[in-house]
DNA sequence: ACCTGAACACCGTTCAAGT
DNA sequence: ACCTGAACACCGTTCAAGT
């Protein structure tokens, strides 16, 4: 057990983490518009000015919440696919929905991981790499589908293009508001997800 | 020729009008965080209160802004899908094309349409009509491809999904940051929609 | 080294008042 | 009917000053 210290101490000992907390919390509850580095401080119990010493902009707390989502999202992904049978496609299918269930789970996180891009490259460096290792998760699964015979004769490159934003473009979907919401929308993303991956016999080509 | 007043009148005429090409400007030129009621007001030349007389609230100039954005993409896709054979396969990689070229376009735009969902389902409703119109395109490709043969089997509303959730995730990653920007982008989105659409002969199933 | 309080220039929104 | 100016409660950011 940690002890918590009696008396309120002049530093606050963890206040990055802490602020990461409540960024979160503020993003999950409110959205994007609610977060603030003057609302995060008030959360965590210190001034508004006391943010910078660990946040040099608003711009360096973003990325830091977006570093966070995507190694959510890559752990996710790979638990999915770890429950899964070997059967390559239904690895892939597995994986793509549990980025679906990743974006309805927190909407407002996989947006701001995906909004503008932050800075010029390398302005974030671990931010890109949590990016990086969420991507290859898709990769390996697009590996397990070459060794399968799915795809083998295409450019993994682009195979694994085709991959991530067919995941991709189905998760920002279904957290849009632009589709009617009365179907069963997991289940659709299931099923178009199978049919990119499972190749349909009667195309005449 | 529209004969322009020659002093300035007391009231502006096409205020609303005027706000959303202000708008479409802010957003060009600045991102989503540039765009504010005030700076607004301020390129048109009115007082920020002004505003309030022709959007409520903030949120909907906003479903103004996306709806015009909706209608764009439409045009775009259209347009696109005209100028290509009548082979259905290749109209659908244009029309997929037309979405990720209107990212690369207007990326702050794009993000704006496709944000956190605004108000309630019925709030806004010329914003949706122009989204469902937009929808429709690709519907219209699902359909041609269904006649061709291409997954004539399956179910058409699983195919639309696919065949958005396609074209909408390349184009979000293509104006995300989250790809490399070494590679030529277009090209390899190009090459991923058609891989989609092409089925591959040597699946084993 | 880390935190605070006050200050500045911005927001969205409201409202009494003007034309 | 439409617009203005002042006001309020918020922001992000800075900075001299405190511990």
């Known amino acids: 057990m940690i002890q ?58 973003v990325a830091r919440i977006a570093q966070e989502g995507f190694i959510r999202l890559a752990a996710a992904m790979e638990m999915a696919a770890a429950q899964v049978a070997p059967d390559a496609v239904a690895r892939m299918v597995a994986t793509g929905l549990a980025y679906v269930d990743f974006a309805q789970a927190h909407p407002h996180h996989l947006r701001l991981m995906f909004g503008a891009p932050l800075g010029r490259p390398g302005d974030f460096p671990d931010m890109e790499r949590a990016g990086q290792a969420a991507r290859a998760v898709l990769d390996t699964r697009v590996d397990e589908l070459r060794e ?24 920002m979907l279904l957290i849009s ?4 919401s009365g179907a069963n929308l997991r289940d659709l993303a299931e099923k178009a997800l199978t049919l990119a991956w499972l190749r349909d016999p009667l195309v005449p080509r």
């Open 4 to 61: 918590q210290p009696a008396s309120k101490p002049y530093h606050h000992g963890d206040l990055e983490s802490a602020l990461l907390v409540a960024a979160l919390d503020l993003i999950a509850k409110g959205g994007l518009d609610a977060l603030s580095l003057r609302a995060a401080a008030r959360l965590v119990g210190v001034s508004h000015a006391a943010v910078y010493r660990h946040f040099p902009k608003k711009e360096h707390l």
């Open 148 to 171: 399968a015979g799915v795809f083998a004769t295409q450019d993994p490159e682009v195979v694994a293009m085709a991959a991530w934003g067919q995941a991709h473009g189905l998760a």
């Open 177 to 180: 508001g632009q589709l009617r």
